[in-house]
């Protein structure tokens, strides 16, 4: 007998809300805004009224440090100690650090290399007493601590301590055996279970109708006994099994979780409590996620009890979809299971150490791993609900320029979901000996996506380049960067010190969180590792959309958990309004990304504002079933009054004629053949074959001419490093159906790199029969195309992966619904321009801004606190910007505040009228790896 579900819709999110839906912003949205005093502004007793009442104390303020910051505003490093500390050295470096400009440190006191530390134990009386002299000479000099809470990453494993101290609070996993059963008729069997096993469940499967059964009470003394029904069965055992090889926690148990904090964060507590909220003032978590966990299968021994405890019923039968398809309740069974498992982690981890934190007024910060692998269920579960209940999310940003470029707005939309002011960075480690240029261009380019707490990575207490693991080494001591630091911290402190206030953030796009399909698609022993994302369905584009959006149309958003959408986000007028104290966003557009798999919560959020005149865009594919059992005819009817069909399979296709694709050479297997390149499918790719070298080439043959305009590429691993494009049989007439080329190919392009989000506008637009792309030289024995796409003169797809098709629906009170099968970039600015005529921020010559590439981008962010709105346009790339802004609304007293030296200077502004919505016009000029602020008050209406 199955459970009935039928009304669990969003039951973790649920219950957690149902007692009182602003519960999590206590004590934690109390301390974190402590932080913010401490970091930034001191205005006294902090709340959110008083932003506002004190607007023109703030803003004095705000001026007066902008134009030479002070040292708590500044950035804070980690250091690492990888050598033997003493008090005289101690206090010696961070004098230094703090005439360079630091604000405060973090110490990790390992990571050396062979992951040399300190040479004293950890948590030691002798290391914890060096520890002190830091807190003591921090607090003599006016400087800050933020506490690191391991020895190395991961956090979780107390430098050792817990493995030998509380081995019962070690990490588990959850394995799962099969054996067959044919009935009628009696069956017996003995089960052995592994030795400190805990049996989470049985249940029987019938292979023909995928009826699932729960028989865990026949697996009695070792031995399986079980009257089996007619058919052939697969009995499934679900263990619990110890997981400690690593030594870490049990991440979703709070009990454990406890001991861990006794171990490290109470330990430094005792040791110096009179810093422990003052001069230590924030704390810092590292990299917990499962994929330490074999098969990233991280499970408790008490999940089934929290389970019934939250939900009323046994979420045994549900346990066979954690590996299968178990028929229409498989999306269903995943997001039930999967999703309490992200909670059990955002609240068994964080919230354990973040509430006992907040005790002594101490914010929490830390980061997970692999923030920009497109499904994160094995790996934290829910990107965006882990910091559900952390002060301070973080991100990590390491090893390479812009790797988590895509990943930075869902940390930045965590904090806005929960009203949180601030999102910290890890930043630079690994990196390697960057020009100072690059401390700039990932500052800007972090901060134009909603970053504002800056941890530089790193400085090294023994800083011979032996010693040190991780480049670049930044301190005073480095030739190459002592002598920029004070003017980078600088810098730094005028960022953080305009976009640290509380403040709402301000876009017109809302784009919801896709997690409910991304659980219902993932599985345990996936066709991918857990650190590389375990199953990543074709689907999900939200991340690349993400990207098009903030980086190519420059239309800022933020992803919005379902969660949020269904008790946050309330329909007003033909808007969505986030309900928070004080990231009070206002929405005009909802747009729905990829997804097979979504919350009739959720969507009948979405239907309410479509009835109301609200803007609906939907991308790739519309979902046709739901995370909740029995409720996918649901789903198809609201989606039918939403977009005026059921699913994608009943939509009308026109596709473009078949393109041949041809390559040079290819990887081993299908998976990588050169059609991998024009699937769109951005999770594929088209790989040279192994030890190819320089000279590759993929080519493309139409079988009649086409007219290109654009062409867009996204190279994995940014191997290339000089190409050319290549036309089939080029018609110098355009309009000609005679072949009149003078060469069967002729280049079209020479360029250097490629990467993520090459774009190239082809004027006037070319008509052949082809086209080649021809790799002469790369930085690797092979290279990989993910995608290249090729649009006409009116923006249609011309490849045959991506069907061109654009599904348009509308009601009497003004509201629209756009399906796009592909969002290109042409598609999507269309239908923006339609949904949002005049739009928060417009740039003119939109072409003509530099894309997104290794050199940089040029993005922007805009916020509204203390009663003024603040702008911040960054140019982290090698191109000058010249282009005229448009800003929705009429401003008086606009300034440009330059983060570089501190001077502010008067806009000229036009004030002009976008139809018959009033706007402002601003000349906005920015040398290559720039940025600048624009402050201004908006002219009441």
Same mark, same amino acid.
């Given at each position: 007998?199955?459970?009935?579900?039928?009304?669990?819709?969003?039951?973790?999110?649920?219950?957690?809300?149902?007692?009182?839906?602003?519960?999590?912003?206590?004590?934690?949205?109390?301390?974190?805004?402590?932080?913010?005093?401490?970091?930034?502004?001191?205005?006294?007793?902090?709340?959110?009224?008083?932003?506002?009442?004190?607007?023109?104390?703030?803003?004095?303020?705000?001026?007066?440090?902008?134009?030479?910051?002070?040292?708590?505003?500044?950035?804070?490093?980690?250091?690492?100690?990888?050598?033997?500390?003493?008090?005289?050295?101690?206090?010696?470096?961070?004098?230094?650090?703090?005439?360079?400009?630091?604000?405060?440190?973090?110490?990790?006191?390992?990571?050396?290399?062979?992951?040399?530390?300190?040479?004293?134990?950890?948590?030691?009386?002798?290391?914890?007493?060096?520890?002190?002299?830091?807190?003591?000479?921090?607090?003599?000099?006016?400087?800050?601590?933020?506490?690191?809470?391991?020895?190395?990453?991961?956090?979780?494993?107390?430098?050792?301590?817990?493995?030998?101290?509380?081995?019962?609070?070690?990490?588990?996993?959850?394995?799962?055996?099969?054996?067959?059963?044919?009935?009628?008729?009696?069956?017996?069997?003995?089960?052995?279970?592994?030795?400190?096993?805990?049996?989470?469940?049985?249940?029987?499967?019938?292979?023909?109708?995928?009826?699932?059964?729960?028989?865990?009470?026949?697996?009695?003394?070792?031995?399986?006994?079980?009257?089996?029904?007619?058919?052939?069965?697969?009995?499934?055992?679900?263990?619990?099994?110890?997981?400690?090889?690593?030594?870490?926690?049990?991440?979703?148990?709070?009990?454990?979780?406890?001991?861990?904090?006794?171990?490290?964060?109470?330990?430094?507590?005792?040791?110096?409590?009179?810093?422990?909220?003052?001069?230590?003032?924030?704390?810092?978590?590292?990299?917990?996620?499962?994929?330490?966990?074999?098969?990233?299968?991280?499970?408790?021994?008490?999940?089934?009890?929290?389970?019934?405890?939250?939900?009323?019923?046994?979420?045994?039968?549900?346990?066979?979809?954690?590996?299968?398809?178990?028929?229409?309740?498989?999306?269903?069974?995943?997001?039930?299971?999967?999703?309490?498992?992200?909670?059990?982690?955002?609240?068994?981890?964080?919230?354990?150490?973040?509430?006992?934190?907040?005790?002594?007024?101490?914010?929490?910060?830390?980061?997970?791993?692999?923030?920009?692998?497109?499904?994160?269920?094995?790996?934290?579960?829910?990107?965006?609900?882990?910091?559900?209940?952390?002060?301070?999310?973080?991100?990590?940003?390491?090893?390479?320029?812009?790797?988590?470029?895509?990943?930075?707005?869902?940390?930045?939309?965590?904090?806005?979901?929960?009203?949180?002011?601030?999102?910290?960075?890890?930043?630079?480690?690994?990196?390697?000996?960057?020009?100072?240029?690059?401390?700039?261009?990932?500052?800007?380019?972090?901060?134009?996506?909603?970053?504002?707490?800056?941890?530089?990575?790193?400085?090294?207490?023994?800083?011979?380049?032996?010693?040190?693991?991780?480049?670049?080494?930044?301190?005073?001591?480095?030739?190459?960067?002592?002598?920029?630091?004070?003017?980078?911290?600088?810098?730094?402190?005028?960022?953080?010190?305009?976009?640290?206030?509380?403040?709402?953030?301000?876009?017109?796009?809302?784009?919801?969180?896709?997690?409910?399909?991304?659980?219902?698609?993932?599985?345990?022993?996936?066709?991918?590792?857990?650190?590389?994302?375990?199953?990543?369905?074709?689907?999900?584009?939200?991340?690349?959309?993400?990207?098009?959006?903030?980086?190519?149309?420059?239309?800022?958003?933020?992803?919005?958990?379902?969660?949020?959408?269904?008790?946050?986000?309330?329909?007003?007028?033909?808007?969505?309004?986030?309900?928070?104290?004080?990231?009070?966003?206002?929405?005009?557009?909802?747009?729905?990304?990829?997804?097979?798999?979504?919350?009739?919560?959720?969507?009948?959020?979405?239907?309410?504002?479509?009835?109301?005149?609200?803007?609906?865009?939907?991308?790739?594919?519309?979902? +046709? &079933?739901?995370?909740?059992? =029995?409720?996918?005819?649901?789903?198809? $009817?609201?989606? @039918? *009054?939403?977009?005026?069909? %059921?699913?994608?399979?009943?939509?009308?296709?026109?596709?473009?004629?078949?393109?041949?694709?041809?390559?040079?050479?290819?990887?081993?297997?299908?998976?990588?053949?050169?059609?991998?390149?024009?699937?769109?499918?951005?999770?594929?790719?088209?790989?040279?074959?192994?030890?190819?070298?320089?000279?590759?080439?993929?080519?493309?043959?139409?079988?009649?001419?086409?007219?290109?305009?654009?062409?867009?590429?996204?190279?994995?691993? +940014? &191997?290339?490093?000089?190409? =050319?494009?290549?036309?089939?049989?080029? $018609?110098?007439? @355009? *309009?000609?159906?005679?072949? %009149?080329?003078?060469?069967?190919?002729?280049?079209?392009?020479?360029?250097?790199?490629?990467?993520?989000?090459?774009?190239?506008?082809?004027?006037?637009?070319?008509?052949?029969?082809?086209?080649?792309?021809?790799?002469?030289?790369?930085?690797?024995?092979?290279?990989?195309?993910?995608?290249?796409?090729?649009?006409?003169?009116?923006?249609?797809?011309?490849?045959?992966?991506?069907?061109?098709?654009?599904?348009?629906?509308?009601?009497?009170?003004?509201?629209?619904?756009?399906?796009?099968?592909?969002?290109?970039?042409?598609?999507?600015?269309?239908?923006?321009?339609?949904?949002?005529?005049?739009?928060?921020?417009?740039?003119?010559?939109?072409?003509?801004?530099?894309?997104?590439?290794?050199?940089?981008?040029?993005?922007?962010?805009?916020?509204?606190?203390?009663?003024?709105?603040?702008?911040?346009?960054?140019?982290?790339?090698?191109?000058?910007?010249?282009?005229?802004?448009?800003?929705?609304?009429?401003?008086?007293?606009?300034?440009?505040?330059?983060?570089?030296?501190?001077?502010?200077?008067?806009?000229?502004?036009?004030?002009?009228?976008?139809?018959?919505?009033?706007?402002?016009?601003?000349?906005?000029?920015?040398?290559?790896?720039?940025?600048?602020?624009?402050?201004?008050?908006?002219?009441?209406?």
């Amino acid at each position: 007998m199955q459970p009935d579900i039928s009304n669990l819709a969003s039951a973790d999110a649920a219950d957690f809300l149902k007692e009182e839906p602003m519960r999590h912003t206590s004590s934690i949205w109390r301390v974190s805004v402590a932080l913010f005093a401490t970091l930034s502004v001191t205005l006294g007793p902090m709340s959110a009224g008083m932003v506002h009442a004190q607007a023109d104390d703030t803003w004095d303020t705000l001026t007066r440090e902008f134009r030479e910051p002070p040292l708590q505003r500044k950035s804070r490093p980690l250091w690492f100690w990888n050598g033997l500390p003493t008090a005289e050295e101690t206090a010696r470096q961070m004098e230094k650090l703090c005439e360079i400009g630091y604000a405060g440190v973090a110490i990790l006191p390992g990571g050396g290399k062979g992951n040399r530390g300190p040479g004293l134990p950890f948590m030691s009386p002798e290391y914890l007493q060096q520890y002190k002299v830091a807190a003591d000479t921090a607090k003599r000099l006016g400087m800050k601590m933020c506490l690191y809470d391991e020895y190395w990453f991961p956090s979780g494993y107390a430098g050792g301590l817990l493995a030998k101290q509380y081995p019962e609070a070690l990490s588990k996993r959850l394995d799962r055996t099969v054996f067959s059963a044919k009935g009628p008729g009696p069956f017996e069997r003995e089960v052995k279970l592994p030795d400190g096993a805990r049996l989470m469940g049985v249940v029987a499967v019938r292979d023909a109708d995928k009826q699932r059964v729960d028989v865990s009470a026949q697996l009695s003394q070792g031995v399986f006994h079980w009257d089996v029904p007619e058919g052939e069965w697969r009995i499934q055992t679900f263990v619990c099994v110890p997981d400690g090889a690593r030594g870490l926690v049990d991440y979703l148990e709070p009990e454990s979780v406890g001991k861990f904090y006794e171990l490290t964060y109470e330990a430094y507590r005792r040791a110096m409590p009179e810093h422990f909220g003052t001069t230590i003032d924030s704390a810092f978590y590292d990299e917990p996620t499962f994929h330490w966990i074999d098969g990233g299968r991280a499970w408790t021994p008490r999940f089934n009890e929290y389970f019934q405890q939250r939900f009323g019923f046994n979420p045994v039968p549900l346990y066979p979809a954690l590996w299968e398809d178990i028929g229409p309740d498989t999306a269903a069974a995943r997001n039930t299971l999967f999703g309490f498992r992200a909670t059990l982690f955002s609240e068994g981890f964080v919230k354990t150490i973040a509430e006992r934190l907040a005790e002594h007024g101490v914010p929490l910060t830390g980061h997970l791993d692999q923030e920009e692998i497109v499904n994160p269920v094995g790996l934290c579960g829910d990107l965006m609900k882990a910091f559900q209940y952390q002060p301070i999310p973080g991100l990590d940003q390491v090893f390479k320029y812009g790797r988590g470029s895509k990943m930075y707005k869902i940390i930045s939309s965590a904090a806005y979901n929960y009203d949180r002011s601030l999102v910290m960075t890890e930043v630079y480690g690994g990196e390697g000996r960057i020009p100072i240029e690059m401390l700039y261009r990932e500052a800007m380019d972090q901060a134009a996506k909603g970053v504002n707490l800056f941890v530089p990575h790193a400085v090294w207490y023994d800083a011979t380049p032996e010693q040190i693991n991780f480049q670049p080494e930044l301190s005073h001591r480095d030739p190459l960067y002592g002598k920029a630091l004070p003017a980078y911290n600088r810098y730094i402190g005028r960022i953080q010190g305009l976009l640290q206030p509380p403040a709402r953030h301000v876009a017109d796009v809302a784009v919801l969180y896709p997690i409910a399909s991304l659980q219902a698609a993932y599985h345990f022993d996936g066709p991918l590792k857990p650190y590389a994302g375990g199953v990543v369905p074709e689907e999900a584009d939200y991340m690349d959309l993400g990207e098009t959006l903030s980086l190519r149309l420059r239309r800022d958003y933020t992803f919005v958990h379902p969660d949020v959408v269904e008790t946050k986000l309330r329909v007003v007028g033909n808007t969505l309004i986030m309900e928070n104290k004080i990231n009070r966003e206002q929405f005009r557009v909802f747009v729905m990304p990829g997804m097979r798999a979504i919350r009739v919560g959720t969507l009948r959020k979405v239907l309410e504002f479509y009835r109301a005149g609200g803007q609906v865009i939907a991308t790739t594919r519309l979902p +046709d &079933r739901s995370a909740e059992p =029995r409720q996918s005819d649901e789903v198809a $009817r609201l989606i @039918r *009054e939403i977009f005026g069909h %059921d699913t994608l399979s009943q939509l009308k296709k026109t596709r473009s004629q078949e393109v041949k694709a041809s390559a040079s050479s290819s990887f081993a297997g299908s998976e990588h053949s050169p059609q991998r390149a024009i699937d769109s499918v951005a999770t594929t790719r088209w790989n040279s074959a192994a030890q190819s070298g320089n000279d590759q080439w993929l080519a493309l043959e139409f079988g009649k001419p086409k007219t290109i305009a654009r062409i867009e590429i996204n190279e994995a691993f +940014d &191997r290339v490093r000089r190409f =050319r494009l290549q036309g089939l049989n080029v $018609r110098k007439n @355009r *309009e000609s159906e005679e072949n %009149d080329a003078a060469d069967a190919w002729a280049d079209l392009h020479e360029g250097a790199t490629i990467g993520a989000a090459f774009s190239l506008k082809l004027e006037p637009p070319q008509t052949c029969e082809g086209l080649r792309l021809v790799f002469d030289e790369i930085d690797s024995d092979c290279l990989s195309i993910r995608e290249l796409a090729l649009f006409a003169p009116d923006g249609s797809n011309l490849l045959p992966g991506g069907d061109t098709m654009v599904a348009r629906n509308e009601n009497a009170a003004g509201g629209r619904a756009w399906f796009l099968q592909t969002a290109s970039e042409e598609l999507l600015r269309s239908v923006l321009d339609e949904a949002v005529a005049v739009p928060d921020v417009r740039f003119a010559d939109l072409d003509q801004l530099p894309a997104a590439s290794v050199q940089g981008e040029f993005s922007y962010l805009h916020r509204r606190i203390a009663k003024r709105d603040v702008w911040f346009f960054a140019n982290s790339s090698d191109r000058a910007v010249e282009t005229t802004v448009r800003l929705r609304g009429q401003f008086d007293d606009l300034q440009w505040w330059n983060p570089h030296n501190g001077d502010m200077s008067p806009a000229a502004a036009a004030k002009t009228t976008g139809g018959s919505i009033k706007v402002t016009d601003v000349e906005l000029r920015l040398p290559p790896v720039r940025s600048v602020f624009l402050v201004g008050r908006e002219i009441p209406r």
